[in-house]
C-alpha cells in the first residue's frame, strides 16, 4: 500500500507541553494516520497529515450504532535516545479480532504497521525524553456510512493519533484505591468484553464515577452471572500473589486478552514462579487476605504498566493490602517491563522494536 506524506508546515507546528505535567489523553502530536474502506474497493487513500478535524455525516453509522474499535499502545524514548514500540503488531492483531468480532473489516497488518512507524519517525520530537514519560498511541476504527438501520456499515475511517503522556494515574506508581461492584457488570461470555470497542467503556462509566466519588481509582469488575468471580479492573487485568502463586483469572470470553497481561504472564513464567490462570472469587481474596496469605494484588496494563493495588472496598468492607504498599513482585515486574520498553535490557521476546 503506497502511503502518502504530508507533512504541517514548520511554522505551524505545535509548541510542545511540559513534559513535567503532560496528564493523559491531553496533548494530541502533529500529524495522524489515516485510510479509509470500501467494500467495493477495500482500504484505499492512505495518508500521513496534519492533526485536524474529521467531517462525519450526522447519519454515520457509528453515532448511531456504535461499530467502533481501538487499541492502545506506546513508543518510548531510550538507550541512545532511540525510540521503541512494544508489541506493536500483537496489537494490530488483537484490533483485527476486534473486527472480526464487530462486523468490521480487518486491517492490513504490514501495512498500517509500517504506517505507524513512519508516522512515529515525523513525530519523534514528541516522544518524551522524561523519565517514566511515553508516547500513547491510538489506532481507532469507525463506521462512517451515512445511513440508519442496524446492519454492518459498508463505509469505514481507520486512523492513529498520538499523545505524550505521564502516568495515568495521579498515583503514578503508587498502590491504588479499588471499589469491587456488585451492582453494575460489565460483559458476559459471549458478548463483547474480550474486544476493545467503545461501548464496552460508556457502559462503565457510571460505576467509575460511583467509585470515585467515593475516593476510589477504579472499579474491579466480577463475573455477571454469580457476581463473586472476579474478571478485570476498569482499564487493566488483574493479578493475586497468593502463597507465592501467581493468579490471574481465565480468558473466558468476557475479559480483554491484554497485551501486558500476556507479557507478565511469560516474565513469570520465565522466572520460574507458579502462575496459573483460573477462576478466584472476591471472597477468595478476602479469606486469604485474612488469612495473611495475600501478598500483593497489581494490575496490568498499556497505559499504567504495572498498578499496585492497595486497598479494596467490597460492601463497605474496606480490605488493605500489603500494608498499602507496593509489592516485590509488583515492583520487579514494572522495573523489568520499563527496562525492556526503554531498550536498556536485553529483550528475551523479540517484543521491542526499534522505529
Known amino acids: 500500500m503506497d502511503i502518502r506524506v504530508e507533512k504541517k508546515a514548520p ?7 511540559d ?3 503532560l496528564g493523559f489523553g491531553q496533548h494530541m502530536a502533529d500529524h495522524m494516520f489515516v485510510m479509509l474502506y470500501d467494500e467495493h474497493i477495500g482500504w484505499h487513500d492512505a495518508v500521513i497529515k496534519p492533526y485536524e478535524n474529521f467531517s462525519l455525516d450526522p447519519a454515520a453509522m457509528v453515532l448511531h450504532y456504535g461499530q467502533e474499535i481501538f487499541e492502545g499502545l506506546k513508543a518510548y524514548r531510550g538507550q541512545d535516545d532511540k525510540i521503541f514500540l512494544f508489541r506493536p503488531e500483537d496489537n494490530l492483531k488483537r484490533m483485527n479480532v476486534s473486527a472480526t468480532r464487530m462486523c468490521m473489516p480487518e486491517i492490513p497488518v504490514a501495512d498500517v504497521f509500517n504506517g ?3 508516522l512515529i519517525a515525523l513525530d519523534k520530537d514528541w516522544v518524551p525524553k522524561a523519565d517514566g514519560a511515553t508516547l500513547y498511541i491510538r489506532p481507532t476504527m469507525i463506521a462512517s456510512e451515512a445511513g440508519l438501520g442496524v446492519r454492518p456499515a459498508k463505509q469505514f475511517i481507520f486512523f492513529i493519533i ?27 461470555a459471549g458478548g463483547v468484553g474480550n474486544v476493545k470497542t467503545g461501548g464496552n ?55 480483554l486478552p491484554g497485551i501486558t497481561r500476556d507479557s507478565v504472564l511469560r516474565l513469570t ?13 472476591i471472597d477468595d481474596v478476602l479469606a486469604a487476605n485474612e488469612k495473611g496469605s495475600l501478598q500483593e ?29 507496593t509489592g516485590d513482585l509488583a515492583q520487579k515486574l514494572f522495573d523489568e517491563l520499563q527496562a525492556i520498553q ?14
Open 116 to 118: 505507524l512507524k513512519k
Open 11 to 17: 511554522n505551524l507546528l505545535k509548541a510542545k507541553p
Open 297 to 325: 494484588i497489581f494490575g496490568t496494563g498499556t497505559a499504567a504498566v504495572i498498578s499496585p493495588v492497595g486497598e479494596l472496598n467490597y460492601k463497605g468492607h474496606v480490605c488493605t493490602i500489603n500494608n498499602g504498599k
Open 19 to 21: 513534559e513535567k505535567s
Open 201 to 255: 467503556y460508556a457502559a462503565s462509566i457510571m460505576a467509575a464515577v460511583e467509585a470515585q466519588q467515593q475516593g476510589y481509582t477504579q472499579v474491579l469488575w466480577l463475573d455477571a452471572i454469580e457476581r463473586k468471580y472476579i474478571e478485570e479492573v476498569g482499564t487493566m487485568n488483574i493479578f493475586f500473589r497468593i502463597d507465592d502463586e501467581i493468579i490471574t483469572p481465565p480468558l473466558t470470553g468476557s475479559i
Open 162 to 188: 498520538n499523545c505524550p503522556v505521564g502516568a495515568y494515574y495521579p498515583e503514578g506508581f503508587n498502590p491504588v484505591k479499588i471499589f469491587v461492584t456488585d451492582k453494575f457488570v460489565r460483559a458476559v
Open 269 to 281: 513464567e520465565d522466572w520460574g514462579l507458579k502462575v496459573y490462570e483460573k477462576k478466584i472469587s
Open 342 to 355: 526503554n531498550g536498556y535490557k536485553k529483550d528475551p521476546h523479540d517484543w521491542v522494536v526499534e522505529v
